[in-house]
């Protein structure tokens, strides 16, 4: 039995759960999933057992606890130097982590208007210019990291890294509210949707009975 223990939100909506628990899964670490559900009025308290900021995602190594989406990757990286989820020349790990660290505290227009929702498919709608400008930004920067670094395979960086997982929920947004996304943007989606443990992940978010209502009022 693994040692390590990630506690997830709902699959449908928690961006930041599907980031730790796809990098683990494409590593091919092992470990043992808690998911709380958070639609129920236990939510808060159940989160607060793991973690003291009562969010998710939580992981559990042993007697040690790691919350924040951002630590737990990093400690995954820390603890199996060998799984390449960093890039390997320094430049490249520069700018893996600093596209890491602007999507985890940034783009915050298009978190809130287009919410992590994997079942929905809302048609295309007009969007405010600060959404649109969040878009062209995670678009650019697709663009440019594959022109610069993406040689060696079809990832950010050529093989799959941390960058990717952290992009992944993203490219789930995209397609829930059909935004209009450049060739290289719609090739990189796919390759996202092409991992197994993305496939995995969307389709037991498909199959959650639970809902938010103010977030499935979005979509």
């Known amino acids: 039995m693994s040692s390590l223990r990630l506690v997830i939100g709902n699959k449908n909506y928690s961006s930041w759960s599907l980031r730790a628990w796809l990098t683990l899964k494409q590593a091919d670490i092992p470990f043992e ?10 939510a808060t308290e159940e989160k607060l057992r793991h973690a003291p900021t009562a969010r998710v995602p939580v992981l559990h190594d042993g007697e040690i ?6 630590a737990i990757v990093e400690y ?25 660290a602007e999507m985890h505290a940034g783009f915050l227009d298009l978190r809130t208007e287009l919410p ?3 079942r929905a498919r809302t048609a295309r709608r007009k969007r405010p210019p600060e959404v649109e400008a969040d878009i062209e930004r995670i678009l650019a920067a697709w663009r440019s990291t594959r022109a610069e670094f993406g040689e060696g395979g079809p990832f950010l960086f050529g093989e799959f890294t941390i960058a990717d997982a952290f992009f992944a929920p993203v490219a789930s947004r995209f397609f829930t509210y059909d935004v209009e996304i450049d060739e290289n943007g719609r090739t990189y989606q796919e390759t996202l949707f092409s991992l ?8 037991e978010a498909e199959n959650e009975p639970m809902t938010l209502p103010h977030t499935d009022h979005y979509a």
């Open 33 to 42: 999933e808690t998911l709380i559900s958070l639609d129920t009025d236990t």
């Open 65 to 70: 606890t790691i919350w924040d989406s951002l």
């Open 76 to 100: 995954i990286a820390e603890q199996y130097p060998d799984r390449g989820l960093w890039p390997e020349s320094k430049i490249a790990r520069a700018r893996a982590r600093s596209l890491c």
């Open 116 to 118: 992590l929702n994997c």
């Open 196 to 203: 197994p443990p993305m496939q995995q992940w969307m389709v």
